[in-house]
């Protein structure tokens, strides 16, 4: 089993659209998480931190729900520039373990 | 304040040669990761380093593969006798010290892809 597993897509979602989707992981001693971006195979790119009350980064919501060890991330007005594999990633003891990436298209 | 560098940015190699990555982490970072992301894969951690010390290398393949942070120069990924199976673009990323930011928050390089023909 992986230790991050994430849908892979693609989400192919309408301009103005809101897309959610989730990942889960397997160790329960995590300690933190975190949703990075990653355009056609450059760099990942860290878009927030997850928290388990919740919490908003403009049009970005990530939650993090620790009894069912998933983590969550929704887009809301969702724009072209939105297009992009979005990573789950979970932070322990050092290292970040990723999720293979969920793709989402934002089309016109 | 400059990035997390890495060079190459791209490296071909024949069978049987010898890759060198470089990565110099962001001014004032003592802790070092290198990822590597294979075709059509997620990103592997394989080595968490600080200065002149392995820290986790519970990710490295057990042989041809070594990885150094001197304490003068950038850190140093060795892969030795490359095979095909070796392609890949691999991540070095940086975070701080404990206390001046959050150590788990990783600043990535923009990658060397290998290729091994």
């Known amino acids: 089993r992986k230790e991050v597993e994430q849908d892979p897509g693609p989400f192919n979602v309408p301009e103005g659209a809101t897309v959610a989707f989730n990942c889960t992981y397997s160790n329960s001693a995590s300690q933190s998480f975190f949703w990075y971006r990653q355009d056609c195979r450059k760099e990942p790119k860290l878009l927030m931190s997850?928290?388990?009350s919740g919490n908003e980064d403009g049009r970005f919501t990530a939650q993090l729900n620790r009894a069912s060890q998933y983590i969550s991330l929704l887009i809301r007005d969702s724009k072209l520039s939105d297009s992009a594999t979005y990573l789950c990633?979970?932070?322990?003891?050092?290292?970040?373990?990723f999720g293979a990436g969920t793709q989402v298209v934002v089309t016109p | 304040n400059a990035g997390v560098m890495q060079n190459p940015r791209h490296l071909v190699r024949r069978r049987g040669q010898e890759a060198r990555l470089r990565c110099s982490p962001m001014?004032?970072?003592?802790?070092v990761y290198w990822y590597r992301q294979l075709p059509e894969e997620g990103l592997k951690f394989m080595v968490y380093?600080?200065?002149?010390?392995?820290?986790?290398e519970s990710g490295m393949p057990k042989e041809r593969f070594s990885a150094e942070f001197p304490k003068e120069g950038p850190s140093i990924l060795r892969i030795q006798q490359v095979v095909r199976g070796d392609s890949a673009a691999y991540f070095c990323?940086?975070?701080?010290?404990?206390?001046?930011?959050?150590?788990?928050?990783?600043?990535f390089g923009p990658g060397t892809r290998l290729t091994v023909l």
């Open positions: 380093l600080q200065k002149e010390n392995i820290i986790d």
């Open positions: 001014k004032g970072h003592s802790h």
């Open positions: 990633v979970v932070y322990s003891w050092g290292k970040l373990q």
């Open positions: 997850v928290y388990s």
């Open positions: 990323a940086s975070s701080p010290e404990q206390g001046v930011e959050r150590i788990d928050t990783q600043y």
